[in-house]
C-alpha cells in the first residue's frame, strides 16, 4: 500500500491528466503540476506551524511524566468503566466541531487519548476514532459554526436570497445529533470487541507493534508512583491551556458577546473570538517554556525538545502542504469551476423526488476537491440554493446538505484532517477505511434519508 503522501500527489497528478481531455479549462502544466504542492505549503503555513509547536508542546509535557501517571490514575480509577471515556470525549470534540470548527486543532489529543485507551486495553483506532467521529459528526452537522453555516448564510444573502435561519439550526441539529449517537455507538461496539479480543482489531500486527512502541501501554496502572504536586500543578496547565484555545476560538462577537473585547489582546494583539492558528502558535509556545521552566528544565533542554517534538510532527505537517496542493491544481486550472458548472446543470432537469439525493451526491463529490468548508460554502452555495429555490424547495436546506455531506472527508485521501490524524496515531489509511468504511455510509444514508424527508415536507 503506497504511502499517504504518494496517494494525495497520486490525486494531484490525476486532476492535472483530466485537464487535458477537456477544453474549456486550463491544461496543466507539469510545472503547475509540480508546484501545486508547494503552493499547498504557502497556503498552510500557518497551520503547519501550529503542527510543530504544538508538537514542541507535547514533547515537554511528556518529558515532565505528569500524563502518563495521571492518565494510569485515570485508568485505574475508571476500574472497568473505562468504555464510557468515548461518548464523554467524542460528545466534547463534536460539541466543538458544530460550534467552531474544531478540526486540525485537535491533533494534539491523539497521542494522548491513544496511550489512554491503550492503558484501557483498546487499540489506536478507537482513540482515534473518537476524536475523529467526534469531529466529523460536529462539522459535518454544523450549527452555528462560522466556517460553515455563516458563510453559507452570507453566500445566500449575496445573491438576495434572505434564509430562514431557524431551519438551518434545526436541521443541523438534526444531523450532527444523528451523526454523533451513530458513530458514538460503532465506535463503543468496536471498542468493546477490541477488548476481548484483540484479534478483532483492524490494525495489523505491524502498526499494533508500532503503537504500542510510539505510545507505549502506561504501567502506571499497575504500579503507585507518587503523583507529586509538581505533576498536579503541570496538569492543571495542561488543561488551562486547551480550554483558553477553545475560549479563544469561538467567534463571541458573532454571538452577541463582547465581553472579551480589548483586555483579552493583551498577549497577542488579538482578542479572544479572533484567535487562529497563528495566535495558537504563540500561546502554545509561551506555555511550553512555563511548564519546562516549572519541572526545572534548563533552556537548552527546553529547545531541545521542542525542535524534537516539531519532528515528531513533521509527517502530519507534510499531509497539511500536500492536501492543500489539491485545492491549488483544482484552482489555478479552473477545474473546479468547470465541475460545479456541470454539477448545477445537470441537477437542472432532475426531478423533484431526487434531487435532494442527487445534491447530496454532489456535494460528497465536491468536497473531495474542494475540503474547506468555507470554501466550498463561498463557491457553490449562491448558484445550488438559487437553484433550489427556483425548483420550489427551501434554499436553506441546501446549507444542510452542503455541510452534511462533509461527513465524506472521513473517507478521502484529499482530507488534511483526517491524514494528519492518521500519520499522528501510526494508522494506515486502508485501516481506517475498513473501521471508518461501513460507518460512512451508514450516516450517510441517514443523512440523505432525513434531509429528503424534510424537503419533500417543506417543498
Same mark, same amino acid.
Given at each position: 500500500m503506497p504511502t499517504s503522501y504518494v496517494i494525495i500527489f497520486g490525486v494531484i497528478v490525476?486532476?492535472?491528466?483530466?485537464?487535458?481531455?477537456?477544453?474549456?479549462?486550463?491544461?496543466?502544466?507539469?510545472?503547475?503540476?509540480?508546484?501545486?504542492?508547494?503552493?499547498?505549503?504557502?497556503?498552510?503555513?500557518?497551520?503547519?506551524?501550529?503542527?510543530?509547536?504544538?508538537?514542541?508542546?507535547l514533547r515537554i509535557v511528556n518529558e515532565t511524566r505528569a500524563l502518563e501517571i495521571g492518565i494510569g490514575r485515570i485508568v485505574k480509577r475508571m476500574n472497568g468503566k473505562e468504555v464510557l471515556l468515548i461518548p464523554i470525549i467524542m460528545f466534547i470534540i463534536s460539541l466543538g466541531g458544530t460550534s467552531y470548527g474544531l478540526s486540525d486543532e485537535a491533533l494534539a489529543i491523539y497521542p494522548l487519548l491513544i496511550s489512554t485507551m491503550l492503558a484501557c486495553g483498546f487499540d489506536s483506532v478507537t482513540a482515534t476514532a473518537t476524536i475523529l467521529c467526534g469531529i466529523i459528526s460536529g462539522v459535518s452537522g454544523s450549527t452555528i459554526n462560522p466556517f460553515a453555516?455563516?458563510?453559507?448564510?452570507?453566500?445566500?444573502?449575496?445573491?438576495?436570497?434572505?434564509?430562514?435561519?431557524?431551519?438551518? +439550526?434545526?436541521?443541523?441539529?438534526?444531523?450532527?445529533?444523528?451523526?454523533?449517537? $451513530?458513530?458514538?455507538?460503532?465506535?463503543? &461496539?468496536?471498542? !468493546?470487541?477490541?477488548?476481548?479480543?484483540?484479534?478483532?482489531?483492524?490494525?495489523?500486527?505491524?502498526?499494533?507493534?508500532?503503537? +504500542?512502541?510510539?505510545?507505549?501501554?502506561?504501567?502506571?496502572?499497575?504500579?503507585? $508512583?507518587?503523583?507529586?504536586?509538581?505533576? &498536579?500543578?503541570? !496538569?492543571?496547565?495542561?488543561?488551562?491551556?486547551?480550554?483558553?484555545?477553545?475560549?479563544?476560538?469561538?467567534?463571541?462577537?458573532?454571538?452577541?458577546?463582547?465581553?472579551?473585547?480589548g483586555w483579552s489582546s493583551f498577549l497577542t494583539g488579538t482578542p479572544f473570538g479572533e484567535w487562529y492558528f497563528s495566535e495558537l502558535c504563540i500561546w502554545f509556545l509561551i506555555l511550553s517554556f512555563v511548564i519546562g521552566y516549572l519541572n526545572g528544565l534548563k533552556e537548552k533542554q527546553i529547545i531541545g525538545l521542542i525542535v524534537a517534538g516539531a519532528g515528531d510532527l513533521l509527517g502530519a505537517a507534510l499531509i497539511v502542504g500536500l492536501s492543500r496542493g489539491v485545492s491549488a491544481i483544482m484552482s489555478n486550472t479552473g477545474f473546479d469551476m468547470y465541475l460545479l458548472n456541470a454539477g448545477t446543470n445537470a441537477l437542472q432537469g432532475?426531478?423533484?423526488?431526487?434531487?435532494?439525493?442527487?445534491?447530496?451526491?454532489?456535494?460528497?463529490?465536491?468536497t473531495f476537491l474542494i475540503v474547506s468548508t468555507s470554501g466550498l460554502a463561498s463557491a457553490t452555495i449562491p448558484t445550488m440554493g438559487s437553484l433550489a429555490k427556483s425548483l420550489?424547495?427551501?434554499p436553506e436546506l441546501m446549507i444542510t446538505i452542503y455541510i452534511a455531506a462533509h461527513h465524506i472527508v472521513g473517507v478521502i485521501p484529499t482530507s488534511g484532517t483526517v491524514m494528519s490524524a492518521l500519520n499522528v496515531s501510526k494508522i494506515e489509511y486502508t485501516s481506517w477505511i475498513k473501521f471508518y468504511g461501513k460507518l460512512f455510509l451508514i450516516i450517510s444514508i441517514v443523512n440523505m434519508v432525513l434531509i429528503g424527508l424534510i424537503m419533500g415536507i417543506t417543498g
Open positions: 490525476l486532476i492535472a491528466i483530466l485537464t487535458w481531455f477537456i477544453p474549456d479549462i486550463t491544461h496543466a502544466t507539469l510545472g503547475m503540476t509540480l508546484m501545486a504542492p508547494i503552493e499547498g505549503f504557502q497556503n498552510g503555513v500557518s497551520v503547519i506551524l501550529f503542527i510543530f509547536i504544538i508538537g514542541g508542546y453555516t455563516s458563510v453559507a448564510i452570507d453566500a445566500l444573502r449575496d445573491v438576495g436570497i434572505e434564509p430562514n435561519q431557524a431551519i438551518v +439550526l434545526g436541521m443541523g441539529t438534526l444531523v450532527w445529533l444523528s451523526s454523533f449517537a $451513530i458513530s458514538c455507538i460503532y465506535t463503543v &461496539r468496536y471498542a !468493546l470487541k477490541v477488548k476481548k479480543n484483540s484479534a478483532n482489531s483492524v490494525l495489523t500486527s505491524a502498526e499494533k507493534e508500532l503503537a +504500542l512502541k510510539s505510545f507505549g501501554k502506561s504501567d502506571a496502572k499497575n504500579q503507585e $508512583i507518587e503523583f507529586t504536586s509538581r505533576m &498536579r500543578r503541570t !496538569l492543571m496547565l495542561f488543561a488551562f491551556s486547551f480550554v483558553v484555545m477553545i475560549v479563544a476560538l469561538i467567534p463571541w462577537a458573532d454571538y452577541g458577546i463582547h465581553i472579551f473585547e432532475v426531478p423533484s423526488g431526487l434531487f435532494s439525493t442527487l445534491s447530496y451526491i454532489f456535494y460528497s463529490g465536491f420550489g424547495f427551501a
